[in-house]
């Protein structure tokens, strides 16, 4: 047999290996969307009766009338059905994390108005780190190879960026947390292509909401004054997030100047 034709079945493979990797990734996918979807109606069919009026505003808030409604909804209820209303509030924030859809910032601000405020927080990051996290998995199984296919120059780049500060990490994803500068949800979904590994980013993701969350919780404990979610924000706030990000940056400084002293 000649080498050329031990290449090719050698490159036949390969491509076979990664077609079946890829639908492996596919169906994985589509069982953990699956999943998540059977259990938002679980919760869904599982809440009480309501009324025609009721059950028009039982829906994902996507603006703060939205949210208001919902809360007002939620709030009747909240005494009887205590269990049910934490637990779907739970589910859809994940939900929502996990496959980057928009509207978790007005679940946050209903935490603030419907529960306790330190239990509004542990709710909100403990959401947001395993939604983030389950975003993150389902980058690393489908999006890394469709960015390695479009862009893998660019991949490859940013990756060499992150090797470099790899004894940063936990560092710089507490600062994209609590800054505005780019997207949770492109943070989620570039990360394990760029190869940040996954307790860094978890740990991260845990701490480094919780500045912002703190904004939106608060401002839900007046949800009914809102008229929009920017109503939220202030300078005070801005400037608390603005202290908090460089804190998250300290280790680094701290430890970049002791290795210029030293070497």
Known sequence: MSTETINKNDQDSIGSQSEISTRRAILTVGLIFLTSLTALL?????????????????????????????????????????IEVLAGLFITYIFLQT?????????SILSGFLFPFSLALILVCTCSAIGASLCYLLSSLLGKKILL???????????????????NLLSY???????????????????????????????????????????????????????SSSDAWSWNSIIMLFIFALLSLLPVLFKNNLQKKYN
């Open 149 to 167: 296919y479009f862009c893998p120059t660019k991949v490859q780049t940013w990756s060499k960026t992150v090797s470099k500060h790899k004894d």
């Open 99 to 107: 496959f980057a859809i928009p509207g978790s910032i007005f679940l």
């Open 173 to 227: 994803m507490l600062f994209l947390r609590i800054t505005p500068l780019l997207p949770n949800w492109f943070i989620n979904l570039a990360s394990p292509v760029l190869g940040v590994p996954v307790m860094p980013f978890c740990l991260g993701t845990f701490l480094g909401v919780a500045p912002p969350s703190f904004v939106a919780i608060q401002a839900g404990q007046t949800l009914n004054k809102l008229t």
């Open 42 to 82: 679980y919760v869904y069919t599982n809440f009480p009766d309501l009324n025609e009026d009721e059950r028009k505003h039982l829906k994902l808030p996507l603006n703060i009338e939205d949210a208001k409604n919902l809360g007002g909804l939620l709030e009747r209820y909240k005494e009887l059905y205590y």
